[in-house]
């Protein structure tokens, strides 16, 4: 009988922190979201973040930013940034800015979504601009 160790499959993703963005991502709330971005990376390094987009409203470019530069960060640590998005318009947005050269865009994850809000600005539980939620997913930390 092989005794084999099981390993971890690359199709089975392995986050060490998931934050969940809402609201409007734009240049006002950029700084907001790159502080909670560089928080939850900072919290499990080495490990993958996850940013759950599902409940954005709104995103341009200059809100985007904080998610390449969260690449760079886990990167640099030897971890990777995957982002869960099922808006098309903002999935074409991470396309056309190829945005989706650097952070993994999943469609959907067995996470469970909260339900859904349309603040002005990101807005979560207690409200910042994201909600960071560790070790979930089995990850490391």
């Known amino acids: 009988m092989d005794r084999t160790p099981p390993s971890a499959s690359p199709s089975s993703p392995c986050f060490g922190s998931v934050v969940v963005l ?7 709330t950029a700084p ?15 490990c993958d973040l996850l940013v759950d987009l599902r409940q ?7 809100g985007l930013s904080p998610l390449l530069r969260a690449a760079r960060r886990a990167r640099e640590r030897g971890g990777t940034v ?29 996470l469970p979504a909260d339900p859904p809000r349309t603040p002005t600005r990101p ?7 994201a909600t960071v939620a560790g070790g979930r997913g089995g990850g490391p930390g």
């Open 22 to 28: 809402r609201g409007e991502l734009d240049l006002l």
């Open 56 to 62: 954005v409203t709104f995103a341009d470019c200059a």
């Open 32 to 46: 907001a979201a790159d502080r909670l971005l560089e928080d939850a990376a900072a919290t499990h390094p080495g």
């Open 123 to 129: 807005t979560p539980a207690g409200g910042g601009a």
């Open 82 to 110: 995957t982002a869960m998005v099922t808006a098309p318009r903002l999935l074409r947005l991470l396309t056309l800015t190829r945005i989706t050269e650097a952070v993994a865009v999943l469609p959907a994850l067995d």
